[in-house]
Nanobody
Framework: QVQLVESGGGLVQPGGSLRLSCAASGFNFRSYVMGWYRQGPGKERELVASISIGGGVTNYADSVKGRFTISRDNAKNTVNLQMNSLKPEDTAVYYC?????????WGQGTQVTVSS
């Protein structure tokens, strides 16, 4: 059974930091590109960051470059998103994603709210 379980969301003040984690199971984690997406109120789901199978290549949305860092641990089957200098416009449900040439998996999402 494939599972992607996100954790680490919550309420944070502008300028603060959060670290999201995604624990994966039920598939060959090392063979999947991993990513974080988000969906804000009234908005479409968008890619925030992705990381290659080996972890050597990362990709970020322009809106989070320099503030967010994606990383993965293939030994622990986890992918993390370190979010610094958070802004109110970062408020969204954040989803973990696993992608291969044949399959596409989603987590259930974790809420991040940036507000004073």
């Amino acid at each position: 059974q494939v599972q992607l379980v996100e954790s680490g969301g919550g309420l944070v003040q502008p300028g603060g930091s959060l670290r999201l984690s995604c624990a994966a199971s039920g598939f060959n984690f090392r063979s999947y590109v991993m990513g974080w997406y988000r969906q804000g109120p009234g908005k479409e789901r968008e890619l925030v960051a992705s990381i290659s199978i080996g972890g050597g290549v990362t990709n970020y949305a322009d809106s989070v470059k320099g503030r967010f860092t994606i990383s993965r641990d293939n030994a622990k089957n986890t992918v993390n998103l370190q979010m610094n200098s958070l802004k109110p416009e970062d408020t969204a449900v954040y989803y973990c994603n696993a992608r291969s040439t044949s399959y596409y998996y989603w987590g259930q999402g974790t809420q991040v709210t940036v507000s004073s």
